[in-house]
């Protein structure tokens, strides 16, 4: 109601016991504000928030028929559980997160300064556990194909990550997550892709890279140098209500593929060396690189 607000004129400092904004509950919230002629400024606004701990500061500006929202701050220590269900979300994902932001928006109505909503964000997870979703049996299975073997052992239905992180640009209602990386014991993952914000639907591409101590998951994951030096492809897409078993898969064909393709060249470039002797076939290697 931007007559209404134009109206206001108003300097405060607010204590409240809890403060509720759709599904979520800021508690001990803590306000210092600023209004006139139709200008919103909250210098500080500080408070719990799912575990987590809140402070931003907001600077809203209905003086036009247009309304610009301007936001900086963070939340440190947010519980990711706590969060998800208060989304009416299945809590797939446990662990805490610290966000940072810079964001800016206009619209004329509260939805549409949601969907105008832009700028970046800073994610970082701590402690975080995927349930459901067995990253290293799913790549450890890519692996086995590619050696012709199969697993033998059994392995963790959900995916503990030593380190979980992403730099979100918010924009046309989606966070566009570029990069996204990601680590367990002897995988790393990087890669890219968006969250809708409206249906919360995501798209990701990952590359992961192995190290040599998966095999201690299995005999049959034992990776050597050509193994390791591939970017294994991970495709991960569905939405947050959706079975989180279903959301992630290798392309290992296109893999067993690039094996194949390096095994024809490593088998002319051994004869090439054998014929015309080893710098031919670095040359040949070179060639092959490019």
Wanted: aromatic share 4%.
């Amino acid at each position: 109601p931007l007559d209404a607000i134009r109206a206001i004129d108003t300097q405060a400092v607010l204590e409240i016991a809890q403060a509720k904004f759709d599904a979520h509950t800021i508690e001990n919230m803590k306000v210092s504000m600023r209004a006139l002629d139709g200008v919103i400024n909250i210098s500080s606004l500080t408070g719990k928030l799912h575990g987590g701990v809140l402070d931003l500061k907001a600077k809203f500006n209905g003086k036009h028929n247009v309304a610009k929202l301007t936001t900086d701050g963070g939340i440190n220590t947010l519980d990711i559980p706590t969060a998800l269900k208060a989304m009416e979300s299945e809590p797939v994902l446990e662990g805490t997160v610290d966000l940072n932001w810079e964001l800016v928006s206009r619209g004329s109505t509260v939805n549409e300064l949601v969907a105008a909503m832009a700028g970046p964000i800073i994610l970082t997870a701590n402690n975080a556990l995927l349930k459901e979703v067995g990253v290293e049996e799913m790549m450890c299975k890519a692996v086995a194909l590619a050696n012709q073997e199969s697993l033998s052992g059994e392995f963790p239905a959900d995916s503990a990550f030593g380190a979980l992180s992403a730099q979100v640009q918010v924009a046309e209602g989606k966070a566009h997550l570029q990069p996204l990386l990601a680590s367990l014991p002897q995988i790393a993952l990087s890669g890219s892709g968006y969250f809708d914000l409206v249906d919360q639907s995501f798209d990701t591409t990952f590359k992961a890279r192995l190290s040599a101590g998966l095999e201690e998951l299995d005999p049959a994951c034992r990776v050597n140098d050509r193994l390791t030096a591939i970017d294994w492809p991970v495709k991960c897409a569905g939405d947050i209500s959706g079975e989180p078993g279903d959301w992630c898969s290798v392309d290992s064909a296109s893999i067993i593929e690039d094996l194949a393709t390096q095994e024809v060249e490593r088998k002319v470039q051994k004869e090439v060396e054998r014929k015309f002797g080893k710098e031919a076939g670095g040359l040949l290697n070179n060639l092959f690189g490019k």
